[in-house]
């Protein structure tokens, strides 16, 4: 269904947002 599709892409989105926070934090304190 559109919903569980749209559930996967917010998911999907908030892990990317996840690691380009990570490696963000990882380059501002090296």
Known sequence: ???ES???YIEMRNNINE???IF???ICTN
Request: include cysteine; charge should be positive; glycine fraction near 0%.
């Open 19 to 21: 690691i380009k926070n």
């Open 6 to 8: 749209l559930k996967q």
């Open 24 to 26: 963000h934090y990882c």
């Open 1 to 3: 269904m559109v919903v």
